[in-house]
């Protein structure tokens, strides 16, 4: 059941929008959001939400993936668009019912904010999506690089993150197999209320911390073993490349936000 | 031409206090005088404690001894400047696969060794390549080793140590935790090495694994207690016995026969051997009865 989670999905492929350097994408994403937030009206929106649905078309990534991704934040969205329906107040009711009255402001900030928070999603999901999480540890040490100066760990931080990447299914499973033990041992799991929950959790904890602990060791031996000394003089075997491609996409991303950033001032 | 020589070596576990100070000193290892001869296959026997990871981690500068000395290649392992070049010439593979594998994806675990030694990616992709298609996993390369099975993961992690092109692998215990399918498989893989001129230290507790090598040594309570061919140290089942350890099933059979008067050789190390000294005795027998 722990199983079915997955992290950090990647889609294999071939497309222009995986072959651009993963470092790009990640600075397009933080673009991405930006525009969406520059953008104040229905049409700027919309312009942001085409562009990223043309992403999808040329990444190849199914659009199914799209309603994948927004699963999560279901709640959110419900949430953010009950709250400004009712709460944001104008000059025309729309309306009026009981104690409930609907304003047309209302309306249009709450539909604007749902369409908002979905597109900005959608866009950050293709970024998972397109680049292995390999990839993208890479693109974040090579970002982070310039902090290097200021004694901030950017290695070791990269690779938290890639032995993290590594760990999550092994723990996910092993504590998949605990729990099961545990059960056969007749601990109640599926206890009710915090207190008797938070209860149950410490057979299931203490194996694993243990557990974890033994496999860092192990891990850290293994590692030495190989000959690994920090990111000092480390070589990669895939290198970051940026190409002609990735300063063309660059320049249209830009576009577009000018196109936003007009329109704006236009209505 | 020896690879590893350990003279004399004596190794304390040491175990602290929360301030630091040493409370109690954990004797592992007790004078270990042991030469390897490049491109020999050396099994190292032993029950639960008796010393042997301890040994392991020596010969890499894992460990450092608190008394006497250990070379590889000539080179002492304390020497703290040329670490790496004694870690590159002596590779090591451990029990549990899962828990060295490094990467999310395969080739790139093959490749952590080279990333850590600087070498540049055209020469990394040519070596990765060439130590995964000779453990045969070239086909996996681009999976999660989370995915693999068994013995295809320790084949992973034995290529991650071929790509730095070591003179000797020292494994400890690598099929400890595969099913038989996967135990053969990386059998056959240590063997295939060792026939490519790799020297071999395999640290096992599977007697039929210890009786492929070509010498054996058998520890207890942190010292070399025996050491010869798998032949010489089987025929002594008392001894072995007596320090905790089985001897090979046929080898077994044939001990028990033997003991019960009948006339088999003392050295039978495999079934084959077995069947057919049977064979000739029950021979005998039949023409004894007519
Ligand atoms: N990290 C450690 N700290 C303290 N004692 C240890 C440690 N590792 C092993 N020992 C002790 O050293 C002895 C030899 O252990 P080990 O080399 O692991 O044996 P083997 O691999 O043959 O089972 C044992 O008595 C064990 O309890
Ligand atoms: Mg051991």
Redesign the interface.
């Known amino acids: 059941m722990l199983k079915d989670i997955t992290i950090g999905q990647y889609f294999?492929g071939d497309s222009v929008i995986h072959r651009l350097d993963a470092r790009f994408k990640i600075v397009f994403s933080i673009l991405a959001a930006a525009m969406l937030f520059t953008a104040q009206n229905f049409i700027g929106l919309g312009i942001a939400a085409v562009f990223i649905i043309m992403c999808y078309a040329v990444s190849g990534i199914r659009f199914r993936m799209i309603l994948k991704s927004l699963k999560p934040i279901v709640p959110l969205i419900i949430f953010t668009g009950v709250l400004n329906l009712f709460f944001i107040k104008g000059e025309e009711i729309l309306l009026s019912w009981w104690i409930i009255t609907i304003h047309t402001d209302g309306l249009r900030t709450s539909a604007f904010m749902v369409v908002r928070i979905i597109t900005l999603i959608t866009g950050m999901s293709l970024l998972t999506y397109t680049s292995?999480?390999?990839m993208l540890t890479d693109a974040i040490e090579s970002l982070l690089s310039p902090l290097k100066k200021l004694r901030f760990p950017v290695h070791e931080l990269a690779m938290m993150m890639?032995?993290a990447?590594?760990f999550i299914?092994?723990l996910i499973?092993e504590t998949d197999k605990i729990m099961m033990a545990q059960k056969a041992r007749g601990a109640n799991l599926d206890a009710k209320g915090l207190i008797k929950k938070a209860k149950a959790l410490i057979p299931i904890l203490i194996p694993l911390f243990i557990s974890a602990f033994?496999?860092a060791n192990?891990?850290a031996?293994?590692?030495?073993?190989?000959?690994?000394?920090g990111g000092e003089?480390?070589?990669?075997?895939?290198?970051l490349k940026a190409s002609i491609l990735d300063f063309l996409a660059f320049g249209l991303i830009l576009c577009v936000f000018g196109i936003i950033i007009a329109n704006n001032f236009a209505f | 031409m020896e690879i590893i020589k350990t003279e004399n070596l004596y190794f304390d576990y040491e175990i602290y206090d929360d301030k630091g100070n040493v409370v109690e000193k954990n004797p592992a290892l007790h004078g270990v005088n042991l030469t390897v001869q490049k491109g020999e296959f050396l099994a190292v026997l032993g029950h639960n404690g008796s010393g042997k990871s301890t040994l392991a981690k020596h010969f890499n500068g894992i460990l450092l001894p608190s008394r006497g000395k250990v070379f590889v290649n000539n080179i002492d392992v304390s020497d703290d400047s040329r670490i790496y070049e004694i870690r590159q010439t002596v590779g090591m593979v451990f029990q549990n696969p899962d828990n060295q594998i490094v990467a999310a994806i395969v080739e790139e675990d093959v490749a952590f060794a080279l990333e850590n030694l600087g070498v540049p990616p055209d020469e990394i992709r040519e070596r990765i390549d060439e130590a995964m298609k000779l453990v045969d996993i070239y086909k996996y390369h681009k999976h999660a080793p989370h995915r693999l099975s068994g013995g295809q993961k320790q084949r992973v992690a034995i290529a991650g140590v071929i790509a730095m092109r070591p003179m000797c692998i020292v494994l400890d215990e690598p099929t400890a935790m595969l099913d038989p399918k996967g135990r053969k498989e990386v059998m056959g893989t240590i063997k295939m090495l060792n026939e490519k001129g790799i020297t071999i230290v395999l640290i096992t507790h599977y007697m039929e694994e210890a009786a492929q090598a070509r010498r054996v040594v058998v520890m207890d309570k942190g010292a070399i207690i025996m050491d010869g061919t798998p032949k010489e140290i089987f025929s002594e089942v008392e001894k072995l016995k007596a320090v905790g350890l089985d001897v090979p099933q046929v080898t077994e059979l044939a001990y028990e026969l033997r003991k019960a008067g009948v006339k088999l050789p003392a050295n039978i190390l495999n079934e084959d051997e077995c069947a057919k000294e049977l064979a000739v005795i029950l021979k005998e027998g039949r023409d004894l009865l007519q």
């Open positions: 294999p292995s999480p390999i890639m032995i990447l590594r299914p092994l499973e033994k496999r192990e891990l031996m293994a590692m030495e073993c190989r000959c690994y000394r003089g480390r070589t990669r075997l895939k290198k």
